[in-house]
């Protein structure tokens, strides 16, 4: 049981591979883009599950993987561990006409496609992700990053895969409180263009969180496809691209502003911004309110957080998120740009958005 979608950048186009088992047939998937020595890159948590049998898959298929195995956690996507990965790789003997495995979540998947993009000038890679967040979000669309002292993903580059695998199988290895954070990322895809998708979440997210692989498929597949349309048409972030950001703006500050920490995961950061984006567009009149109160039933019917006071520990000062607003990358002429909303499905950007209304917002 699986589904292909198409991600269409003319010669750097690749394919989108979802469904149960696939780690198993990994090595038949990559063998028409690899040879010789195909480097995998994991973490310790996601090796002593799913390492070995990736590892098997390409040795059936005639390829000779190399695993590197790294810690897990955001800590690991710096510059030293990217300076860490890129000497392990060349000591490796990785070739400029070779491929690399990025086995795991966002993490893995970003620190080892920035590595591949800069290596020898470009290495093709490939994507395995673990994560629902990576299967949904991260691991399509080519954004590769590091974090820095200053904020998250802000030295990268987009640099696209040869393919992408996601086995929603995998998915029932997660914790659950990491699942939910990851289902937050395809809740966004209804929210900020397909209120259809939308509607069918509400009738079937908790059967996807509980395991009903047909849900989970169907999910992955229609969220990768909705984000495989909108790189088509923007692959670098001049347009419409940017509405896959909406709820990070507010959920980067929030994460920022925690401390990185256990307290506040990506997904639930995400889950919280795009609850204060629809609050906020209702604010400022342009959503009706019951849309935003849709969203958060939604978001806390399904165990994720709605607001900043569902975060635990003391709450993260108004002053402190607009300082890491305004240091966010997508940020322009001094301006903060968000993704608002005129109603589940209508996101848009815009950076005309009266402080005191935000300020009102980030404060209830």
């Keep these: 049981m699986s589904e292909r979608v198409s991600v269409k950048l003319d010669k750097r186009s690749y394919d989108i591979h979802v469904g149960t088992g696939l780690l198993a047939q990994s090595g038949a998937l990559l063998a028409p883009f690899a040879r010789g020595l195909v480097p995998v890159v994991t973490d310790k948590n996601?090796?002593?599950i799913h390492l070995q049998t990736v590892l098997a898959s390409?040795?059936?298929?005639?390829?000779?993987?190399?695993?590197?195995?790294?810690d897990p956690g955001e800590g690991t996507k710096s510059f030293a561990g990217l300076e860490k990965l890129t000497a392990t790789l060349l000591e490796m003997g990785v070739e400029r006409s070779g491929m690399i495995v990025a086995?795991?979540?966002?993490?893995?998947?970003?620190?080892?496609?920035?590595?591949?993009?800069?290596?020898?000038?470009?290495?093709?890679f490939a994507q395995i992700p673990t994560t629902l967040l990576a299967q949904v979000d991260s691991s399509v669309g080519g954004k590769t990053a590091i974090n820095t002292r200053q904020g998250k993903n802000?030295?990268?580059?987009?640099?696209?895969?040869?393919?992408?695998?996601?086995?929603?199988a995998a998915l029932s290895t997660l914790p659950a409180r990491e699942l939910r954070a990851g289902y937050a990322e395809v809740v966004k895809y209804g929210a900020l263009g397909d209120v259809d998708f939308f509607t069918w979440l509400e009738k079937n997210g908790t059967k996807l969180l509980e395991g009903d692989e047909a849900s989970r498929i169907r999910a992955v597949a229609h969220s990768c496809q909705m984000k495989a349309d909108i790189v088509a048409r923007d692959e670098r972030e001049a347009g419409d691209r940017a509405l896959l950001n909406l709820g990070h703006t507010f959920g980067h500050a929030l994460e920022a502003a925690t401390?990185?920490?256990?307290?506040?995961l990506h997904g639930e950061g995400v889950a919280i911004g795009m609850a204060l984006a629809l609050r906020l567009s209702a604010r400022l009149d342009l959503c009706p309110q019951a849309d935003a109160a849709r969203l958060e039933a939604h978001l806390r019917q399904t165990g994720l957080p709605a607001a900043i006071s569902d975060i635990p520990g003391p709450?993260?000062?108004t002053a402190l998120l607009l300082e890491h607003?305004?240091?966010d990358k997508k940020a322009s002429g001094g301006k903060v740009t968000f993704v608002l909303a005129r109603g589940l499905g209508k996101a848009f950007t815009t950076a005309d958005v009266p402080e005191n209304v935000l300020v009102a917002c980030l404060t209830a």
Excluded: C
């Design 103 to 124: 086995l795991g979540g966002g993490v893995i998947g970003d620190l080892t496609g920035f590595a591949a993009g800069v290596l020898k000038r470009g290495i093709d």
């Design 315 to 317: 709450r993260p000062s």
């Design 259 to 264: 401390g990185y920490s256990d307290r506040l």
């Design 58 to 70: 390409l040795t059936a298929a005639g390829l000779t993987p190399r695993e590197i195995v790294l």
């Design 154 to 168: 802000l030295v990268g580059l987009f640099y696209q895969p040869r393919v992408v695998i996601a086995d929603t």
């Design 325 to 327: 607003m305004a240091h």
């Design 46 to 48: 996601v090796a002593a």
